[in-house]
């Protein structure tokens, strides 16, 4: 990129491609708030291209390289392919490219404190509770999710504070783009070895991130965790802090008295040291949500915020989208979808869904090719507490299909473990299955990060036409 720089481009119009993804649809957002001019393109039509036409953003569903002739600067997602018709264009111009973490990493610089939130899991939602309690008792934060909260209004908030809350991905090292004063490690666990190699690798970036640091930051990370303990074991000593949450006896963050309603929403105090300081009652279940709520109410104590506030707002967090979210009912099913996109966030998202003392019918659409690789075993099982799952044929996402791995190997594997698994590889089959099959009070999951999510629309749109016909 050279020594291009975001502030130079103010006026200027910015093309951006994938512009539909949750990070790339906030920022474009940021950046037109702040005064750029924006333009962008993603391989299908969304609900993110339909918000940001709103603003009179010319966005577009499909490959548009005439758009880029003009463009002082084209960003990319991580997704897009250098042979991608807009890069190509954009390079035969001349025209400077920019990777979207190292735009959220310029548009956070002239913040005077950065939140980066960091883990292989649960980045979001603890994200999007610290920005619930954070915007509910006038903090005023800038934030930058991963997601969408109803509370904030969608992915982005646009604060006045000073300071920025955001998601730290680890995908393609993106979060060494990032300045940050407060870094919350929630775990480390397998994933992304496609880019990583190995998890030596992977504990080598965060162990980089977080030496990224100034002198006076603190680390909030979950004690835990064998992995995260390693990693801010590597560190080099500085004068930054290091405070640890969890269940193990001996962190400064902890549980007092956790117990779980018959919802399976946590309640508990929370202690910090020898000290209690707020009790908490989730209105969403499972103890890895109180584990995110206990990171995130730590995070408001050491940002100087009254914690008994923070928990009070929390209160009113029911999730962010696509992150155990219930969308509806079709023939007294009942429909849930979860961004869960590897074998250990699914398996949570599972045990989330028996809390709720229903039949389950898991939904897996596999997420790249590579992954499933990679964690084929892990994949295997991880469904095991559901009643019967489904599984969609493999979403390739930024991949081209190997040709050496498929649903029906991951099929066979399933079964031999005693899991009631059925291949639908369309989101047509998995429907036409679902009302053949499904019972009324069933609880349906639909898990990924592709486009599994659309599937139960499908479904809800399907269902209205069944009953405006019949009527």
Same mark, same amino acid.
């Given at each position: 990129? &050279?020594?291009i %720089?975001l ?17 790339? =649809? &906030? ?7 702040? &005064?750029?001019l924006?333009s962008g393109? $993603?391989?299908?039509e @969304?609900?993110?291209l339909? %918000?940001?036409r709103k603003?009179?953003l ?8 005439e ?5 002082s ?5 991580? +997704? ?9 264009a954009?390079? %035969?111009?001349?025209?400077p ?8 990493g ?6 005077t404190?950065q939140? *980066?939130? @960091?883990?292989?899991h649960?980045?979001?939602t603890?994200? =999007? ?5 954070l915007?509910?008792?006038d ?5 930058h999710? &991963? ?20 998601e +730290? ?5 993106? !979060?060494?783009h ?10 480390i ?10 998890m ?22 979950? /004690?835990d965790?064998?992995?995260v ?5 590597q560190l080099?000593p500085?004068r930054r802090?290091?405070?640890t949450?969890?269940?193990t006896?001996? *962190?400064?963050?902890?549980? +007092? ?7 399976g929403? =946590? !309640? ?9 300081? *707020? ?5 969403v279940?499972?103890?890895?949500n109180a584990?995110h709520?206990?990171a995130?109410?730590?995070?408001v104590?050491?940002?100087? !915020? ?8 929390l209160t009113n967090?029911?999730?962010?989208r ?5 969308? /509806?009912?079709?023939q ?11 074998p250990?966030e699914?398996r949570?998202?599972? /045990?989330?869904?028996?809390l ?5 019918i ?7 090719f ?9 994949y295997?099982? *991880?469904t ?5 799952t ?5 979403y ?6 190997p040709?050496d791995i498929?649903?029906?190997m991951?099929?066979?594997g ?6 009631n698994?059925i291949h ?14 499904g ?10 990060c592709g486009?599994?999510?659309l599937?139960? $629309?499908?479904?809800?749109e ?10």
């Amino acid at each position: 990129m &050279g020594t291009i %720089r975001l502030k130079d481009m103010r006026n200027q119009r910015i093309h951006m491609v994938g512009i539909g993804g949750a990070s790339m =649809a &906030g920022l474009a957002e940021m950046l037109f708030h702040d &005064g750029y001019l924006v333009s962008g393109s $993603d391989s299908a039509e @969304s609900y993110a291209l339909k %918000r940001l036409r709103k603003l009179n953003l010319d966005v577009r569903a499909g490959h548009y390289p005439e758009m880029v002739t003009g463009a002082s600067l084209l960003v990319y997602s991580a +997704a897009i392919a250098v042979d991608d018709p807009e890069r190509v264009a954009a390079q %035969r111009l001349g025209i400077p490219q920019m990777e979207r973490a190292v735009l959220l990493g310029e548009i956070m610089q002239d913040a005077t404190q950065q939140v *980066c939130v @960091s883990g292989t899991h649960g980045k979001t939602t603890t994200t =999007a509770m610290l920005a619930q309690m954070l915007h509910e008792i006038d903090a005023d934060p800038t934030v930058h999710l &991963g997601g969408s909260l109803d509370a904030i209004g969608g992915s982005i908030r646009i604060g006045q504070s000073g300071l920025f809350v955001a998601e +730290a991905c680890e995908f393609n090292r993106s !979060f060494l783009h990032m300045p940050v004063t407060m870094a919350m490690l929630l775990n480390i666990e397998v994933d992304h070895l496609d880019c990583y190699g190995s998890m030596d690798a992977v504990e080598a970036a965060y162990v980089a991130f977080l030496e990224r640091l100034p002198e006076d930051g603190l680390v909030l990370a979950l /004690g835990d965790d064998e992995r995260v303990i390693r990693v801010i074991n590597q560190l080099t000593p500085k004068r930054r802090r290091i405070l640890t949450f969890g269940n193990t006896k001996g *962190c400064d963050y902890s549980f +007092a008295q956790l117990e779980f309603d018959q919802k399976g929403n =946590a !309640f508990f105090d929370i202690r910090y040291q020898n000290e209690t300081l *707020c009790a908490v009652h989730l209105s969403v279940p499972g103890l890895y949500n109180a584990l995110h709520a206990l990171a995130a109410i730590a995070a408001v104590h050491q940002l100087g !915020f009254n914690p008994k506030l923070a928990a009070s707002a929390l209160t009113n967090y029911i999730g962010a989208r696509r992150r155990f979210e219930h969308t /509806g009912v079709v023939q007294r099913m009942y429909l849930y979808h979860d961004y869960g996109h590897n074998p250990a966030e699914m398996r949570v998202a599972i /045990g989330m869904a028996k809390l709720q003392n229903k039949r389950v019918i898991a939904v897996m659409q596999p997420h790249t090719f590579s992954r499933v690789k990679t964690l084929f075993d892990e994949y295997l099982t *991880c469904t095991e507490e559901a009643d019967i799952t489904l599984v969609t044929d493999i979403y390739a996402a930024r991949e081209k299909d190997p040709g050496d791995i498929n649903t029906p190997m991951l099929i066979e594997g399933m079964k031999a473990h005693g899991i009631n698994a059925i291949h639908t590889p369309t989101f047509d089959d998995t429907e036409t299955w679902l009302l053949e099959n499904g019972k009324p009070g069933d609880l349906v999951l639909t898990m990924g990060c592709g486009n599994i999510n659309l599937l139960n $629309d499908q479904m809800q749109e399907n269902e209205k036409r069944r009953t405006s016909t019949s009527i």
